[in-house]
């Protein structure tokens, strides 16, 4: 008997042992030691896979989605790819088409899950290989637990017009931005360039067509009070953003005021204690690289005007989400220059200061760097966080995919917590 007991002690005991627990314990939750688990979702390849979003399905399921294809507008092979990974599953299952117009390029997708819980694809197609030709499509569907791509029961055209307040807009900030410009000390070559640029720029605002196009998706769209949903959306032709909205579930769209400070673009929204939102866009204008921002007091419909924040951001996309704590936490590439570092960072006071910082990634700048952005992250039911972003290798010395090609690109997937954060780099 005294054998058996013992025998029973070491057993319990080799249960518990850390060894052991990675092959028999549940999988690790928020409130578990700091942990950190990642991998890439297909093999590197040639092909370029880019501007991934993540969602978390009711039965606990991850799906991912990006595009995929030998370019971005130009390249009409481009289409929306997904997969998808079973909760407490190791691996991801194998690729899968979410959407493809024949012919023309799928390209910066995003998806959620609406409070009926039904999945929506959301993205543009470019119908001239230029990005201010982009139309917005979005699809949903109900059918989606299953293997393969979802089955999709909606699938229409975000129509969006812009109305008098754009052009107001519009027109107020080439008003200060060409003051700016006569009393700057650029050399004459730049301010010409600039002034064509400004030309152009009002040439669009007044032409219908160029208004209601070039709109895209980057970020996680929001949904407000369980009743209003608000998709971010940016323009590269005006280089600004503005948000979509409907109070109906895509029966009827309407925009908000345009968002205009010189390159805010792909916002990501966060909602404060008080009920007003927050978005931080990505910089696409001159120096110095900060992510920009506004705030919304009326549910979305007009935004203040953007300033910089103190977030570095050397022109790429970041997300911004609040946790089921209260704290936000932010995924972004923390430089003015290169993608070659990916932070995440968490705030307790709602932005105003950023407490704790760790990388996913990071490699020393250089022509061999590598390129780890455009983010999309989550927070699980569990309370844990998912990462996903564009993984791309740029070292000289990488392997060769399938097509005998320099295997260097993929999306790559980050499970950790928020212990993993407040850790910070380990030296």
Sequence with gaps: MKTIHSFLLVLVAMLWSDQFLGKVRAAPHANDASFLESEIIFPLEHWHNHGSCIVEASNGDLIVCWFHGSGERTADDVKIEGARKRKGAKTWSKRFTMADTPGFPDTNCCMFIDPQGRLWLLWPTILASQWESALMKYRISSSYRGDGPPKWEVNEVMLLKPGKEFGDAVTNYLLHAEESLRNSPLPDEARLRIQGYFKVLRERTNDKLSRRLGWMTRAHPFVLDGKRLIVPLYSDGFNGSLMAITDDWGQTWHTSTPLFGGGNIQPSIVLRKDGSLYTL???????????????????????????????????????????????????????????????????????????????????PPGP????????????????????????SL??????????????????????????????????
């Design 394 to 427: 740029d070292k000289k010395n990488v392997g060769k995919d399938a097509d005998g090609q320099p295997a260097r690109k993929s999306i790559k997937h980050a499970h950790f917590n928020e212990a993993w954060v407040q850790a910070g780099d380990q030296k």
């Design 368 to 391: 061999e760097a590598g390129s780890f952005h455009y983010p999309s992250i989550i927070q699980a039911k569990d309370g844990t966080l998912h990462a996903t972003y564009s993984y």
């Design 281 to 363: 866009m990505r910089d696409n204008g001159p120096p110095p690289k900060r992510l920009h921002q506004s705030e919304s007091h009326d549910r979305g419909e007009t935004w203040s005007p953007v300033t910089d924040s103190e977030q570095p951001n050397p022109g790429s996309g970041a997300e911004i989400t609040s946790l089921k704590n209260g704290q936000w936490i932010l995924v972004s590439n923390d430089t003015e220059r290169g993608r070659n570092s990916l932070a995440v960072q968490i705030s307790d006071d709602e932005g105003k200061t950023w407490k704790w910082k760790r990388h996913l990634e990071y490699n």
